[in-house]
């Protein structure tokens, strides 16, 4: 009996320590807040990455040989530039005189980044199509705008899929360097609530087990969009 009153008083103390440092004083608010910031930055990056790094794998294949040199030094210099020294060049150099938000410079900065790798993923993903399938769709008059958008570009998207899918998850983890330029991120808040509340322990096993929640989310998207995709074409082959 008294081994099961310390062990119910040990949990009682182990949910009071959880409500105070994770609930009380607003702090889940603060936490979500933070968390909404992280997911925005992210979204707005991926989405204007994305479309940058279609350009620039566009500029990269591209028999002009200028624009191919210029997208080759591109992608070579940000995929190899470190991410947090992106972005205090951006904010803290190309920004610093401008009224430009925080935010937005941060997603400009995970922009370039982004773009980078995704054009190199895209490009690679058409490398390795079938040319085959192309020709044939070519003599049967198809146009060439045609047999890419019905050949090509399924075949790119499904090999594209697993790289582009890491550079995602690899893009919400640098945004954690955020808060490096007054940014309240998930990061920032979480470090805020562990100074204030001196339980650094359960605030950072907190951000870690967000940020995984967030990663496998992005997990079940694509996971999601490959099935609907393969019941597509099962119904199409049929």
């Not at 925005?40 to 350009?55: K, N």
């Not at 070579?76 to 530039?81: C, E, F, M, P, W």
């Not at 929640?213 to 049929?238: D, H, P, T, V």
């Amino acid at each position: 009996n008294k081994t099961q009153a310390a062990n119910n008083t040990g949990e009682q103390n182990m949910i009071s320590l959880l409500y105070e440092t994770l609930v009380k004083n607003g702090t889940a608010l603060m936490i979500l807040h933070g968390l909404l910031v992280t997911l925005e930055i992210s979204a707005l990056s991926v989405f204007f990455g994305t479309l940058l790094g279609t350009v620039i794998c566009a500029f990269r294949m591209s028999r002009n040989k200028i624009l191919h040199t210029a997208a080759k030094l591109y992608i070579a210099v940000l995929r190899g530039s470190p991410v947090f020294l992106l972005l205090m060049l951006m904010s803290y150099v190309i920004f610093a005189r401008t009224n430009l938000s925080a935010p937005l410079i941060a997603v400009s900065a995970f922009s370039l980044n982004v773009s980078a790798h995704a054009a190199e993923c895209f490009r690679a993903a058409l490398l390795a199509t079938d040319k085959k399938q192309t020709e044939a769709a070519r003599t049967l008059g198809f146009s060439k705008l045609q047999a890419f958008i019905l050949i090509t570009l399924p075949q790119a998207a499904k090999n594209a899929k697993p790289t582009y899918q890491s550079v995602i998850i690899n893009l919400i983890q640098w945004t954690s360097v955020a808060g490096y330029v007054t940014i309240t991120d998930l990061t920032r808040v979480i470090n805020n609530i562990s100074s204030r509340t001196m339980q650094p322990f359960i605030m950072i096993v907190t951000g870690i087990l967000l940020y995984l929640g967030i990663a496998y989310i992005c997990y079940g998207i694509f996971a999601l969009s490959g099935k609907i995709a393969e019941r597509r074409n099962n119904r199409q082959a049929k």
